[in-house]
């Protein structure tokens, strides 16, 4: 038997509402050099039953004989995956019929990128239009700060560069485990985001997401501050919410978070030219972006923002246009 270009894995437990629905939208790819690797982690339900059902040769099947729980099924998968490439795959999502032709076609062109993702159409108990992430390394990892910036069954991944990485997905970080095990990736190799939406990704209260969020938010902080502390700097869970608002855009219009913004994007320029942690001039760029996106935000405090602004070091960073400097003077000056 020949080597298929992708490994699908998708682990099951208890997923029979949704099953077939993901099945089917693996086996009807456009492309088809692909193993549908498909883990029953000790389903109860008629997960197995349901599995049964198809004879397409491309299915692997494998039973385990009690509940291992994700991460474990996860790195087993991932041991019994033979594709140069493999996707993950959940068992209540969808996937777009052109996501593996264009993860195939994105990571033969481009060889030094590890982990590829894509934008998803969340569905189910959601409604809303598409999440888009960022696409560029440099970017993703800067978001990867306060948040994971890959949708985790979107993904795909180089088996080759993978198994460098021990270990793959760590059970001491349960329900961010993706959250984590991305990051790492990011740390040592290229990872990139399609700028198109190639899973609808199903929301409802079974979803893991869902079911254990204080666990994730507290192994997330985990994981954020051991990207700051690798960046250089020591940061407070305060720094940490603070970080977060500012790139989400949900700034607070006051004097202290207008000064409480300039101090930690200054010392988080400063502390990554120390450790060259991220790109240096990807980061002085983004961050006077950043500084930039929040001084003008807060010109409702008057010439206040101005001087705050104008007296940063990140301002050198950022070059702003004439018509953008009095824009920016006169939205102060009207709010004086």
Known sequence: MSTPAISVLMPVYNGASYLASAIDSILGQTFTDFE????????????????????????????????????????????????????????????????????????????????????????????????????????????????????????????????????WFDASFIHAEDYEFFSRIGEKFKVANIQQVLLHYRYHAGSVSVQNKSTQVNNSIVIKKRMFGKMGLKATEADLLLYQSIEQHEYVKSLDYLQRSHALLEKMCEANNHSNYFNQQFVKKYLAQLWFNVAYNLTGLGFVTIETYSSSNLAMHIKLSAAEWFKFRIKAFLKK
Request: glycine share 6%; charged share 25%; proline share 5%.
């Open 36 to 167: 549908l690797v498909i883990i029953n982690d000790g389903s109860t339900d008629n997960s197995e039953e349901i599995i049964k059902r198809y004879k397409d040769p491309r299915i692997r099947y494998v039973n385990n004989e009690v509940n291992l729980k994700l991460i474990a099924t996860l790195n087993k998968g991932i041991a019994l995956c033979n594709g140069k490439y493999i996707a993950r795959m959940d068992a209540d999502d969808i996937s777009e019929p052109d996501r593996f032709l264009l993860q195939h076609t994105f990571m033969e062109s481009h060889p030094e990128v590890a982990l590829c993702g894509s934008w998803f159409q969340p569905i189910g108990a959601i409604s809303a239009g598409p999440v888009k992430y960022t696409g560029s390394h440099d970017a993703i990892m800067m978001k990867m700060l306060y948040q994971c910036h890959f949708c985790h069954p979107s993904v795909i991944w180089r088996k080759a560069m993978i198994e460098t990485m021990d270990p």
